[in-house]
Every structure is written in C-alpha cells, then in structure tokens.
C-alpha cells in the first residue's frame, strides 16, 4: 500500500499530475467521503429514464457536475436506491432519486435541503412562483416530525419537510428554479465559511490499496481548521 499525503493541494489537480486524469469522469465519493470508481449518476439517468425525463435529468446533472458539485450515492439507508446526495464542501446543497420503488409514480425527484437563502423575498417573480408550488408539504413519514414553519421567498407556509422544496419529475421547465435553488444554496455555503475560521486547511490522502486482489485507488480528503 502507498500513501501520499497533501497539504493545500488540489485533488483534481494531483490526479491530473499524476497522469490518472481520464478517470476524474467516472468517479465519485460515498459516504465514507472516499472517492471511487463507480456507476455515474449519469449512466443512471440514461438506462432509467427516456424522453423528455431524461433529457431534463442529463442537463441537471450536467449543471451540478460544471458548478464543481460532489455525488455522493448514498449506502446506508437508502442503499438499495438509486438516491444520491449532492454536496458543496461537504454541505448538502441538493438530493436525487431515480426510479424510487416505493414511488413508482415519479421517475426521478430532487429535493432541496434546507436554507436562509430561501427566505430572501428579493428573487425574481417567476422564481418565487415555481418555488411556492414545490414547497415540501410534511406528509407524516416521520422524518421531520410534524413539519415547521417556514417563510419561503418572503411566504409564509406551515409543516415544511426538512427539506424545503421537492419537485417530482421534472421537466425541462423547471430547470430554471431547480438551477436557482441549487445557486442560492451554494452561494450560502460559501457565505457560512466565510463566517468561520479564516484559516482552513485541506488535507487529501491518496490511498492505493490491495483489495480482493485488484488495485483500488481510494482517496480520502480530511477538512480542518486551523487557529490563526
């Protein structure tokens, strides 16, 4: 086994340096935040879904992919699914799920996770109309205990999910809202971070390991932060 460990490195760039760059497409992180080799959230919208669905799906995620988001398929709880959490510097911006099988109307969903940036009255009108539609009504499933209170886009709604907003089967006509909801989120992150400690260092280790006889490239990034 070989371990490289860097301090204030890129890991995109250290996979592009070490000539193992074709393979930045065809990997994405699980929830141990190891980043592997595996199924693209991509192939999944393409064998899944058709038409129009599809379509919609494949510029979404194509949008997340350009905006430097993280896919991260979920193996715990939902590991049966095809149900993938999208992150930014490890928050939660966004879920997708495809072909639930306990839903086997919607063909593929996507939620928001929760946010002040949703609160902000100042969106543009066609925004706040799309939004109000999609609020997360609490249905009882007992993940959110009852739903909360909630002022979306200066509205004022009663038992929202946890999750702000849930749009099933999206069309192309709702990529403008799902774009914003993502570009709010995002934008939230990165105001948060800017709040906290103003020394971050970013450690990523490159694991090549022997596993079951194959090689299997892992690599871990470890966030923390550091007093000033």
């Given at each position: 086994m070989?371990?490289?460990?860097?301090?204030?490195?890129?890991?995109?760039?250290?996979?592009?340096?070490?000539?193992?760059?074709?393979?930045l497409?065809?990997?994405?992180?699980?929830?141990?935040?190891?980043?592997?080799?595996?199924?693209?959230?991509?192939?999944?919208?393409?064998?899944?879904?058709?038409?129009?669905?599809?379509?919609?799906?494949?510029?979404?995620?194509?949008?997340?992919?350009?905006?430097?988001?993280?896919?991260?398929?979920?193996?715990?709880?939902?590991?049966?699914?095809?149900?993938?959490?999208?992150?930014?510097?490890?928050?939660?911006?966004?879920?997708?799920?495809?072909?639930?099988p306990?839903?086997?109307?919607?063909?593929?969903?996507?939620?928001?996770?929760?946010?002040?940036?949703?609160?902000?009255?100042?969106?543009?009108?066609?925004?706040?109309?799309?939004?109000?539609?999609?609020?997360?009504?609490?249905?009882?499933?007992?993940?959110?205990?009852?739903?909360?209170?909630?002022?979306?886009?200066?509205?004022?709604?009663?038992r929202?999910?946890?999750?702000?907003?849930?749009?099933?089967?999206?069309?192309?006509?709702?990529?403008?809202?799902?774009?914003?909801?993502?570009?709010?989120?995002?934008?939230?992150?990165?105001?948060?971070?800017?709040?906290?400690?103003?020394?971050?260092?970013?450690?990523?280790?490159?694991?090549?390991a022997?596993?079951?006889?194959?090689?299997?490239?892992?690599?871990?990034?470890?966030?923390?932060?550091?007093?000033?």
């Amino acid at each position: 086994m070989g371990i490289v460990c860097l301090r204030n490195a890129g890991l995109k760039g250290y996979i592009q340096a070490s000539g193992i760059s074709f393979l930045l497409p065809y990997m994405d992180r699980n929830m141990e935040g190891v980043l592997v080799l595996t199924m693209q959230l991509e192939n999944y919208a393409e064998e899944s879904l058709t038409d129009g669905a599809r379509q919609a799906a494949l510029e979404f995620i194509r949008y997340l992919r350009a905006n430097e988001l993280e896919f991260v398929k979920d193996t715990d709880y939902w590991k049966d699914k095809i149900y993938y959490l999208i992150k930014f510097r490890n928050e939660c911006v966004c879920f997708i799920a495809i072909k639930d099988p306990d839903e086997p109307e919607n063909l593929w969903t996507v939620w928001s996770d929760s946010s002040k940036a949703y609160e902000d009255s100042s969106v543009e009108d066609d925004i706040k109309s799309a939004a109000w539609k999609y609020v997360d009504r609490c249905s009882s499933c007992g993940s959110c205990g009852g739903g909360k209170h909630k002022t979306v886009f200066g509205k004022r709604f009663e038992r929202v999910c946890g999750c702000t907003f849930r749009v099933d089967n999206p069309t192309a006509a709702d990529l403008p809202f799902l774009k914003k909801m993502v570009e709010l989120r995002k934008n939230d992150i990165i105001s948060s971070e800017k709040g906290t400690s103003n020394s971050l260092i970013r450690r990523e280790k490159v694991c090549f390991a022997h596993n079951a006889g194959r090689n299997v490239l892992m690599i871990h990034v470890f966030v923390n932060t550091a007093a000033v």
